[in-house]
């Protein structure tokens, strides 16, 4: 009765990992191998947040132009319609012209142009640091995918040799050489390693996902990262301090930081002129004036500074100027802090990755293969076989996990201090 039970749950576990997996297979699509080159040249010519960020520096370009423009001058004219008790001939013939052209005082126009310019820098830092971030991610996802389908070749070739396994087992259960329990514990592991593989296929296509996204290739298209790194330069072959500089020197979202202190200091100057009135003068020609025919005159117009001299934008500049050097400051501890927590998980990682031996994973290989073949001929007992197998995937799917982790710490310092020291392609 307890053989029976198991053999009906087991039949339904395997119409339940078969529907799944059928509905996860994607659609016929072509697969497309890509070097971390090919990879980040695709990316750089067709990312669409790039090239969004890049129309930002156009348009903070074309700001510098509006800067430098000076005021236009204005023009009026008037003509005589109708009066009254005129002696000196009908209305039309009175006529006058105004020219009157506006100029600013205390550098106004200077300072606008200087903050457009830093509007462009900031803008070109905007785009570095974002070409910092998705870089960061296309590399991360280029990594990931390749060593989870390091992972996923493990599972297929277990799941191909038990496979093969239980077919001959169920021929010899079919002969009575063995007892249904062992046929009934193969396809039990079969069926965990098959629902472990499709969560694993899962989590792959999720990062294909963002990939494609970023290189901006069809959805249907297959990726498959052809992994070429240099794992050969060690995390120790670079000073701290030499990355703590870098990162100083080289992170964009720092400069950023720092200009914005830049442009609050120039709007505090600007605001602070602003208060200064700015002065029109006019040029006039009136032909039947009061005064006498043909009168020509010339004024100056500005206004008088006694309630508004701009004392509330003044008093903003001034916060604005203590905020973004705060900001600065609170920039500069996050970055030192990245790279410091940055370097220790690198450098930990990688002493892990030194004590494994390059070996391990030829020799497990060339081990769980005799083991397989071991058992068929019954020189193994059946859950020393199976122990042998659950502990060929763990190591090896352990071993790609640490890979991946070592690789990704190389290039989150990539990340931290800006500066490409590793993993390059």
């Known amino acids: 009765m307890h053989i029976k039970y198991i053999r009906h749950t087991l039949l339904f576990v395997s119409f339940l990992v078969l529907a799944i997996t059928a509905n996860a297979q994607p659609p016929a699509a072509d697969t497309l191998k890509l070097t971390l080159k090919q990879t980040e040249d695709q990316f750089l010519k067709n990312n669409l947040r790039l090239i969004v960020q890049r129309y930002n520096i156009d348009i903070a370009n074309a700001g510098v132009i509006t800067a430098k423009l000076f005021p236009n001058p204005d023009f009026s004219f008037a003509n005589g319609i109708a009066a009254s008790n005129v002696n000196q001939g009908p209305a039309y013939k009175e006529q006058s012209f105004s020219l009157s052209q506006l100029f600013t005082t205390a550098g106004k126009r200077n300072k606008n ?10 803008a070109r830092y905007q785009f570095f640091d974002l070409l910092r971030t998705l870089k960061f991610t296309l590399h991360s996802d280029f990594y990931s995918i390749y060593f989870q389908q390091q992972s996923a070749k493990v599972y297929n070739e277990e799941i191909s040799s038990l496979g093969k396994t239980l077919t001959v087992f169920k021929e010899q259960y079919q002969k009575g050489n063995i007892a249904q329990k062992e046929v009934l514990r193969i396809q039990s592991q079969l069926y965990s390693l098959q629902a472990e593989y499709n969560s694993l296929l899962a989590g792959i296509d999720t990062v294909q996902s963002e990939l494609k996204l970023l290189i901006k290739v069809s959805p249907q ?91 509330g934008a003044i008093k903003q500049a001034r916060i604005a100027v203590d905020q973004t050097k705060t900001q600065l400051q609170s920039q500069q501890d996050q970055v030192e802090s990245d790279v410091a927590t940055g370097y ?11 004590t494994f031996d390059p070996k391990f994973k030829d020799d497990f290989t060339q081990l769980i293969q005799e083991v397989n073949l071991n058992y068929q001929k019954r020189n193994l007992g059946m859950l020393e076989f199976l122990d042998f197998y659950d502990s060929y995937k763990t190591n090896t799917l352990q071993l790609n996990n640490l890979q991946l982790s070592r690789v990704l710490s190389l290039e989150q310092l990539n990340y931290v201090t800006g500066t490409p020291f590793f993993n390059q392609p």
Do not use: C, H, W
């Not at 142009?113 to 900031?122: G, Y």
């Open 113 to 122: 142009i200087q903050l457009a310019r830093i509007s462009v820098e900031q």
């Open 221 to 311: 298209t297959i990726l498959d990262p052809q992994a070429n790194f240099d794992a050969a330069k060690m995390v120790s072959s670079v000073p701290y301090q030499q990355l703590l500089d870098s990162a100083y020197t080289n992170r964009y979202d720092l400069k950023y930081a720092k200009s914005a202190v830049d442009y609050s200091d120039v709007n505090l100057k600007l605001q602070k002129s602003t208060a200064i009135p700015d002065f029109s003068l006019s040029l006039n020609y009136d032909r039947l004036g009061g005064y006498g025919n043909n009168f020509l005159g010339a004024g100056i117009g500005f206004s008088l500074p006694f309630f508004n001299r701009n004392q």
């Open 344 to 354: 220790k998980s690198a450098m930990r990682l990688e002493q892990v990755y030194s």
